[in-house]
């Protein structure tokens, strides 16, 4: 038996005990789908490695729910709070939490408007006693509006990208109809999926270079960032490449983090080692298969030619 309660009924319930509660709504829009939209909140994962005002500890969950321990900070002060997050609705989440006298009740739909634009609509409600809810309410809306733009920075950044990348033809996988908590930590499972087809031999030949100093080399990266684009980071007189998109969600990784030749996905940090390695001499020629295309690079100083087949 199914006793989840909608965001609705919720607020009805605590007001029959005599809270009271004033609402508004944020709302925010963007190219991505609806299921961008509830795998971000899905993903527990990105909360330690993106968000910095913002971290969490799972104490319990099912596919469908999420209980956790949350620690945010806001201005100079870190407020821990209990809270209960759930699927209610087709494109419908409810998170429910109390801080001190105050119930938060919101509920967050995501709609289609347009071919690959997306309204994600959050209604907050605010509940406690008549005396607190008329004299701190507008506080508690500032702090909540405030905390949600924070969020929204680096949260649409990531739906924005999965966005770009399902233009580019990339899809994600998942499990069922809509994404459980325990499938987005799966840290190691490859999501994006894609036809063959979509591989472009010209892009995935051109050449950027990023950092040189006189025509001494770096780092450099071709093609774009999709499932062939490659980075380049030549140190100790040896080049090593590193794929530009990662498998599990599809991050960009041209500015990854790189510590002892490792790269860590800035999304989740799963952690990726070059695909391939090879120590620089002048005027070096070498190939090397990868995602079933052949590259060929010719490499003198700050002259570097690619060919992608």
Known sequence: MNLMRSPENLVKSLKKSGVIFKSFELISSGEF????????????????????LLDTKTLFQTDYTLTSVNRLKILFFHIKYLGFQFDSGPNEMTYLTQIGPFFIANSTRFYKNGELNTDVITTYNVGSNMLF??????????????????L????MLMRQRKGALRKLGISFAKENDRFTFAETQKINRKNCVYKPSIFNASLSSKVLIKNKVGSAVFEFLTGISDPWGLR????????????????????CLDNA???????????????????????????????????????????????IKLTVT
Request: net charge positive.
């Open 33 to 52: 789908e609806p299921e961008d939209v509830d795998w971000n909140f899905k993903d527990i994962l990105h909360i330690k490695h993106v968000h910095a």
């Open 152 to 155: 929204m920075v680096d949260d």
């Open 232 to 251: 380049g980071v030549i140190s100790k007189n040896k080049l090593a490449l590193y794929p530009r998109m990662c498998d599990h969600y599809g991050a």
């Open 133 to 150: 809810i008329n004299l701190f309410f507008p506080l508690i809306k500032w702090a909540i509006t405030r905390n949600y733009d924070n």
């Open 257 to 303: 983090t790189l510590n002892k030749n490792i790269l860590s996905c800035p999304w989740h940090g799963k952690k990726l080692k070059a695909i391939h390695e090879e120590a620089v001499t002048k005027n070096m020629k070498f190939t090397l298969s990868y995602n079933g295309k052949n590259f060929s690079f010719n490499i003198n100083n700050d002259l």
